[in-house]
């Protein structure tokens, strides 16, 4: 019985010490934070037109520790998320269903989406470094991908000794009245012009919208911006390509 005695205030110990152990990890969880883009998506998006290529969300945006800010494209959502074991789960991402994500050794996160969009392998995220005050990078990453530069502008085969720049943030100069440009890769825009191909829509300080398609070269030493067909009445899309109507070159 003596021996007895001396075995129950050990074992009670020591239910004791790894209870404050848990708690004392749960209470120093303090979640993730950080914007994270799409790096795979991005990746594809240099051959591909990136309204095509399959995708659940571009940015994760990291609010709290216990919520998530979610860029669909032109639709965005907030979604709690919690810690499971060695990895994370974004609660009813799929309806009622969970959607789980790993945080690597290299600070980027794996979401698991593979079933989500019919391929075979998962998202990478990469953090964005970018020190902007908006809400998402995603557009500045995109542009940066695809036609971020300086060009030289050519008319007729020969250099015209214009300038023209597309910075990441959305803004250009050098290229008519143009002051900002946006890229299309999700909503109505994918299909506004036939056969679906790249495109771009400037603005000016008017606020006017200009649509043209593109194409790049995979070296991005080229950039050829063309007309397109006015928009129809009642008719969504089906917008054909015309004539050349930049010849931009670095």
């Given at each position: 019985?003596?021996?007895?005695?001396?075995?129950?205030?050990?074992?009670?110990?020591?239910?004791v010490?790894?209870?404050?152990c848990?708690?004392e990890?749960?209470?120093s969880?303090?979640?993730?934070?950080?914007?994270?883009?799409n790096?795979?998506f991005?990746?594809?998006?240099?051959?591909?037109?990136?309204?095509?290529?399959?995708?659940?969300?571009?940015?994760?945006?990291?609010?709290?520790?216990?919520?998530?800010?979610?860029?669909?494209g032109?639709?965005?959502?907030?979604?709690?998320?919690?810690?499971d074991?060695?990895?994370?789960?974004?609660v009813?991402?799929?309806?009622e269903?969970?959607m789980?994500?790993?945080?690597?050794?290299?600070?980027?996160?794996?979401?698991?989406?593979?079933?989500?969009?019919?391929?075979?392998?998962?998202?990478t995220?990469k953090?964005?470094?970018?020190?902007?005050?908006?809400k998402?990078?995603?557009?500045?990453?995109?542009?940066?991908?695809?036609i971020?530069?300086?060009?030289?502008?050519?008319?007729?085969?020969?250099?015209?000794g214009?300038?023209?720049?597309?910075?990441?943030?959305g803004?250009?100069?050098?290229l008519?009245?143009?002051?900002r440009?946006?890229?299309c890769?999700?909503g109505?825009?994918?299909?506004?012009?036939?056969p679906?191909?790249n495109?771009?829509?400037f603005?000016?300080?008017?606020?006017?919208?200009?649509?043209?398609?593109?194409?790049?070269?995979i070296?991005?030493?080229?950039?050829d911006?063309?007309?397109?067909e006015?928009a129809?009445?009642?008719i969504?899309?089906?917008?054909?390509?015309?004539?050349?109507?930049?010849?931009?070159?670095?």
């Open positions: 019985m003596k021996s007895l005695q001396f075995t129950i205030p050990i074992i009670f110990l020591s239910f010490s790894l209870t404050s848990n708690k990890n749960e209470s969880y303090t979640g993730l934070s950080g914007k994270f883009v790096e795979t991005l990746k594809q998006t240099t051959d591909s037109i990136p309204g095509l290529i399959p995708v659940y969300c571009y940015e994760l945006n990291f609010t709290s520790k216990d919520s998530v800010d979610i860029l669909y032109f639709e965005q959502s907030r979604l709690a998320y919690k810690k074991g060695k990895k994370y789960l974004l009813h991402a799929l309806q269903k969970d789980s994500f790993t945080v690597n050794e290299d600070k980027t996160i794996t979401l698991v989406d593979s079933a989500w969009n019919g391929v075979t392998r998962n998202s995220f953090e964005s470094t970018l020190s902007t005050k908006q998402w990078d995603f557009e500045n990453h995109l542009n940066q991908q695809l971020a530069g300086e060009y030289s502008l050519f008319k007729e085969n020969k250099q015209s214009q300038k023209v720049n597309f910075n990441a943030d803004s250009v100069t050098g008519e009245n143009f002051k440009y946006n890229l890769y999700s109505d825009c994918v299909g506004e012009i036939y679906i191909s495109s771009i829509t603005s000016n300080e008017k606020k006017e919208v200009f649509t043209y398609a593109f194409k790049t070269d070296t991005r030493k080229k950039l911006i063309y007309q397109i006015g129809v009445k009642d969504k899309g089906e917008r054909a390509i015309k004539e050349l109507a930049f010849d931009l070159r670095r």
